[in-house]
């Protein structure tokens, strides 16, 4: 098992009512100890404006422990795939779609991407769920599922192969949309456009090159 998912411990229960759950630290009153306060339970997904979609799920962080003691930010990378207005994706053409672009159902019942050779346990390149909370996408939810789209997100900070992960993470939102007859967003859930795309890159690199400079000099050398 892969230190990353060795970290998982207790995860989080919405990639996504906010996906990214925080552990409150434990209040120890005067005079009288207490117990611990309990773990912070996962925020709603954010508010709607305009055109955006109402109750969008965030990205999780996949197999990372709270209590972590690991100081590097985190850092993650979002695109949606969403449905014609009043043409919402099925469970099963979903479900049909992700699995035809090399995803697989995996860790907190959302769609995983390994590349071919890799490990099946290992961590992701990237991963999928539902843009509406609490995320899920197993088996028992695309049943009877209707969602408006789903989310595409790459943590850069746990991936060693953060470049390769994010082409492919383009190349299947796009294969994703094509396939279902939708179209890509960014973050913003604005149209992804090549000069959006361009500087989400720029923006990784910059990254890369502030927190994981290790990697950017690894690939130089090859």
Same mark, same amino acid.
């Given at each position: 098992?892969?230190l990353?998912a ?7 229960a919405?990639v996504?009512?906010d ?6 630290p ?16 996962p925020?709603p ?8 979609f109402?109750d ?9 422990n709270p209590l972590s003691?690991?100081t590097?930010?985190e ?19 979903l479900g049909a779609?992700?699995?035809? !672009? ?11 991407y ?7 346990d290992?961590d992701? @390149?990237?991963?999928a769920?539902?843009m509406?909370?609490p995320?899920? @996408?197993g088996?028992d ?5 209707m ?7 790459l943590?850069l900070? !746990? ?5 390769r ?7 299947? !939102?796009?294969?994703?949309?094509r396939? @279902?007859?939708?179209?890509? &967003?960014? !973050? ?7 000069q959006?795309l361009a500087?989400m890159r720029?923006?990784?690199?910059h990254? &890369? ?14």
């Amino acid at each position: 098992m892969p230190l990353v998912a060795k970290r998982a411990g207790a995860k989080v229960a919405s990639v996504f009512s906010d996906l990214k759950q925080r552990v409150a630290p434990g209040e120890t009153p005067a005079p009288k100890p207490r117990a611990p306060a309990a773990d912070a339970q996962p925020s709603p997904g954010r508010p709607a404006a305009g055109e955006h979609f109402d109750d969008v799920s965030e990205p999780r962080v996949v197999g990372r422990n709270p209590l972590s003691p690991d100081t590097r930010p985190e850092k993650i990378l979002v695109l949606h795939v969403v449905a014609p207005r009043n043409r919402p994706f099925t469970g099963v053409a979903l479900g049909a779609a992700l699995r035809r !672009a090399g995803l697989g159902l995996g860790a907190m019942s959302i769609y995983h991407y390994h590349e071919e050779g890799d490990p099946p346990d290992g961590d992701p @390149l990237f991963s999928a769920a539902n843009m509406v909370a609490p995320g899920t @996408l197993g088996d028992d939810d695309l049943a009877d599922m209707m969602t408006p789209g789903i989310t595409l997100f790459l943590q850069l900070h !746990a991936c060693d192969r953060p470049q390769r992960a994010f082409e492919l993470l383009l190349e299947t !939102a796009h294969v994703l949309a094509r396939d @279902l007859g939708g179209r890509v &967003l960014d !973050a913003q859930q604005s149209t992804a456009t090549n000069q959006t795309l361009a500087h989400m890159r720029e923006e990784m690199n910059h990254w &890369l090159l502030r927190h994981r400079p290790e990697l950017l000099r690894r690939k130089a050398a090859k």
